[in-house]
DNA sequence: CATTTCACATACCCGGGGTATGTGAACCTT
DNA sequence: AAGGTTCACATACCCCGGGTATGTGAAATG
């Protein structure tokens, strides 16, 4: 066990994090009470105070994490591939894939906006997976597969179709039909070859 | 001035929903407090539960009436046009429109997910406006403009892109060229013709 | 070993959603 | 038109939960 102090606040700040995440994503934001959070991690509110300055502090820090997961995931699923266009559908597929996590749903997708507003959560997404989007969007173009044009209009169009086709998903939509529609979508965008 | 009851009744109703609508709008769901709606309505937060079973339930009735209105503002700007391809397009330019609107953005937009959840959400967004478009969709397979395809996925892939793009519009994003690269992503649906 | 620091715990405040109950004017009945 | 009923509110109250101010004991420091 942790003796060190260092250790010591580095165990429940994690305790706090874990416990968190798992309620923000089964129970949704408001119906979370902070108190309740850390009593289950095993420390008093005002531990929680100590470590977040609100309660809205404390869901910022697990959106942080949830949205940097997300991203390495999406990330590493499309360094699977060598050819750019192939690296852009399996990123797009591992992130419709990744909305069944309740985490990524209820947190990232639907409470976040709100929550921290919707300036704030589109910066965290731009760090994180949004940028990937641009970056692989841009490196086609360059490569001349996909006609030159403004890339970021087209990533936010891209970003918002996927965020609500995982949430449709994830409500039991058919995947495979999503995946097909958004192929659809992006083989528009390809020079003719 | 109303002597009747129920004009009376339906005055006090009105003009709860337009303060509401005003509040919810500029300060987000959350930050409104019911009891000071109600005192600017000219009543009580008495009248305001008399009225509506809680806040959610003035702010659901609110989000109803908004999302009407936006349906029909944007069926009309479609229907000015005769073909359907530029039915489906005069449509979609009038959504991203409507974006700097800031009862449509806040309320529909970024709060009623969160407040309502998604799944009720969903079920009021397909009434208005999600059914006209996959209407629009349907019709233009059957006119052989789009391909042979399952319209549902399709439609929430293009409502997400449209609402995140009208936020994006809102914040400052280039219509223009918002409305550009969705051409592009329309265009690419059309079978070759 | 004395002192400071720090990671919490305890106790408290208060804003605001929700509720239970009162009241007077409009409505219906005879 | 008088008495009773309904109803559209107002008043007073409860209480949960976010936030804060302060206490405390063990680790770090010298």
Not at 68 to 80: N, P, T
Request: net charge negative; with cysteine; hydrophobic share 45%.
């Amino acid at each position: 066990m942790a003796v060190n102090r260092a250790e010591q606040r580095a165990a429940t700040r994690r305790a706090l994090l874990t416990e968190g995440r798992q309620r923000f994503a089964a129970d949704g934001y408001h119906q979370v009470v902070l108190a309740e959070v850390a009593r289950a991690a095993g420390v008093t509110k005002g531990a929680a105070y100590h470590h977040f300055d609100s309660k809205a502090g404390l869901f910022r820090a697990v959106v942080a994490e949830v949205q940097q997961e997300l991203g390495e995931r999406v990330a590493a699923e499309a360094e699977r591939h060598e050819d750019l266009w192939e690296q852009l559908r399996a990123g797009c597929r591992a992130f419709l894939a990744s909305g069944t996590d309740p985490a990524v749903r209820r947190i990232l997708l639907v409470d976040a906006p709100t929550v921290l507003g919707w300036d704030e959560w589109r910066a965290l997404d731009e760090e994180s997976s949004a940028r990937h989007l641009a970056e692989a969007l841009t490196a086609l173009v360059a490569a001349g597969t996909v006609a030159e044009q403004p890339v970021e209009p087209l990533a936010r169009l891209l970003s918002g179709a996927m965020n609500e086709a995982a949430l449709w998903i994830a409500r039991g939509g058919d995947s495979r039909a999503a995946e097909q529609a958004l192929d659809r979508l992006l083989s528009g965008l390809r020079t003719s070859a």
